[in-house]
């Protein structure tokens, strides 16, 4: 291949060439209310704590099911890019993604050059890239910085005054500290929609947008600032056991029906949307189990 891709990664990452790990369809895995009583939770009882115990072997089973799955499906350890965390910490990050059809064949062919660094520090020179654990420069015609972003800073930014912007942002070493992943408890005349992310962002963005608009309704009240900034601290401690350096992320992929629960509790609405113990437990939840109230 005269002009190949070199894609340089820092991190390893658990890419779901397919939703049915197996055969076995994702959703039965990790969308269900058994698979988050595989979890601690924020705000749970004695009980439900000593069953998330007991049960953490099942969550390592479940997690080393799809793990197996894309390594064998994408060849992996063939190619190097195995990561070294699980997969359940993948989701409870939000850090999933979706392998585009054909990639692992393009980088067979040899138009997609794979390299995992060792450092994050590069620099550019006239004829490319140099990357400190390369003594060679990597020639280059284009580069295309896939880098992210941080949303807190993006929320402290909308603040002109210092006072707002360290509220918002809060600790460095802590999630944010929003009630129900909307309210800052000091700033409740602002809500902040989408920030926190889930394995499904439209869906728990317009689930928000429907509990603040109960919340201006008059449907209920915030608590006080105290329970609510108590409540902020238990999803704190909860996203820095299973997402752990990504805790910033704020993610509630891995608990996305327990957080619906709370938000359905707030507006008087019964949570449960199944019909029958089994199917509560069993059957997957989507979207289309939460349609618009009147």
């Not at 602002?190 to 317009?206: D, H, K, M, Q, R």
């Not at 992929?253 to 709370?262: E, P």
Request: aromatic letters at 14%; charged letters at 25%.
């Amino acid at each position: 291949m005269e002009y190949p891709c070199r894609m340089l990664c820092k991190t390893n990452r658990w890419s779901l060439p397919d939703f049915q790990p197996w055969g076995i369809p994702l959703a039965y895995l990790y969308f269900n209310r058994f698979s988050e009583l595989l979890v601690h939770k924020p705000g749970e009882g004695f009980l439900l704590s000593i069953l998330a115990s007991i049960l953490s072997p099942v969550r390592w089973v479940f997690s080393r099911i799809v793990e197996s799955h894309i390594k064998r499906k994408l060849s992996l350890d063939k190619f190097g890019m195995v990561p070294e965390h699980s997969f359940f910490k993948e989701i409870s990050s939000c850090m999933i993604t979706i392998m585009p059809e054909g990639f692992y064949d393009s980088v067979e062919k040899g138009s997609i050059i794979l390299k995992k660094l060792s450092t994050s520090e590069f620099s550019f020179c006239k004829e490319g890239i140099m990357v400190d654990d390369e003594s060679a420069v990597l020639e280059t015609d284009q580069v295309i910085l896939a880098t992210g972003f941080k949303g807190d800073e993006k929320l402290k930014d909308m603040f002109v005054s210092p006072v707002f912007k360290d509220c918002i942002f809060g600790s460095s070493n802590a999630s944010l500290p929003l009630y129900r992943q909307c309210i800052h408890p000091r700033i409740p005349q602002l809500a902040v929609i989408g920030f926190s992310e889930s394995f499904s962002n439209l869906f728990t963005s317009e689930m928000r947008c429907r509990w603040v608009m109960e919340l201006l309704d008059g449907t209920f009240k915030l608590p006080s600032i105290k329970e609510m900034e108590k409540d902020a601290e238990k999803w704190d401690k909860y996203m820095k056991r299973y997402s752990k350096e990504n805790y910033r992320r704020s993610c509630i992929a891995a608990l996305q029906i327990w957080y619906c629960d709370q938000l359905y509790k707030d507006m008087e609405i019964n949570p449960k949307r199944k019909q029958g113990f089994l199917a509560e437990l069993f059957q997957p939840y989507a979207a289309f189990d939460y349609p618009p109230t009147s």
